[in-house]
């Protein structure tokens, strides 16, 4: 008789990641000096801060994100200056229902650098529509090569990504 799978339980599961995610950290912080970095609840809290927030309905649509207060440890800067780039389309800013500000992950590299050219990105999206949830969207959705646009934006394809933010905003607008 054939043995049949078995799933492990989800607790089990979520348990062997954190371990592979612990062991994989002491391996890598070995090779460190990490007293210079001030107290470790203090180097927890921005590691913490770099990770991105997963698993809301919306996720599926425009990906993992992060919270204003994430964001600000993360990077370093202070929420006014968040703000203000948010302001400007410097960064992709979203509201969410319960008014909470919210910042696609996709937006920024691992050293936490913004995806190049994204204020002229969103500057021709907001010719089509005012949404930015239309614009994260947009932004995360691939294309029939299965690259997203802000991949080809990271990559420095701004002129195929402007043509097609074009086309679609005349179409939104119904241009």
């Not at 989800?10 to 391996?27: A, E, F, G, P």
């Not at 990077?75 to 203000?84: E, N, P, T, W």
């Not at 990105?121 to 802000?150: F, Q, S, Y």
């Given at each position: 008789?054939?043995?049949?799978?078995?799933?492990?339980?989800?607790?089990?599961?979520?348990?062997?990641?954190?371990?592979?995610?612990?062991?994989?950290?002491?391996?890598?912080?070995?090779?460190?000096?990490?007293?210079?970095?001030?107290?470790?609840?203090?180097?927890v809290d921005r590691m913490i801060a770099a990770?991105?927030?997963?698993?809301?309905?919306?996720?599926?649509?425009?990906?993992?994100?992060?919270?204003?207060?994430?964001?600000?440890?993360?990077?370093?800067?202070?929420?006014?200056?968040?703000?203000?780039?948010?302001?400007?389309?410097?960064?992709?800013?979203?509201?969410?229902?319960?008014?909470?500000?919210?910042?696609?992950?996709?937006?920024?590299?691992?050293?936490?650098?913004?995806?190049?050219?994204?204020?002229?990105?969103?500057?021709?999206?907001?010719?089509?529509?005012?949404?930015?949830?239309?614009?994260?969207?947009?932004?995360?959705?691939?294309?029939?090569?299965?690259?997203?646009?802000?991949?080809?934006?990271?990559?420095?394809?701004?002129?195929?990504?402007?043509?097609?933010?074009?086309?679609?905003?005349?179409?939104?607008?119904?241009?």
């Amino acid at each position: 008789m054939p043995h049949a799978l078995v799933q492990k339980p989800i607790d089990q599961t979520r348990n062997d990641y954190r371990k592979s995610l612990v062991d994989s950290l002491n391996n890598r912080l070995a090779k460190h000096d990490l007293s210079l970095l001030g107290p470790p609840e203090a180097l927890v809290d921005r590691m913490i801060a770099a990770l991105p927030v997963a698993g809301a309905a919306w996720s599926s649509a425009v990906g993992p994100v992060y919270t204003s207060q994430g964001l600000q440890k993360w990077l370093g800067v202070s929420r006014q200056a968040i703000s203000q780039k948010a302001k400007c389309w410097d960064l992709l800013r979203l509201e969410t229902a319960d008014g909470e500000f919210v910042f696609p992950s996709f937006q920024f590299n691992d050293s936490g650098q913004r995806l190049p050219r994204l204020k002229d990105v969103l500057c021709e999206l907001a010719k089509g529509t005012e949404d930015a949830w239309v614009w994260a969207a947009w932004l995360n959705a691939p294309d029939k090569d299965g690259i997203t646009h802000a991949a080809k934006l990271r990559r420095g394809d701004w002129e195929s990504v402007r043509d097609l933010a074009c086309e679609d905003a005349a179409a939104w607008s119904g241009q």
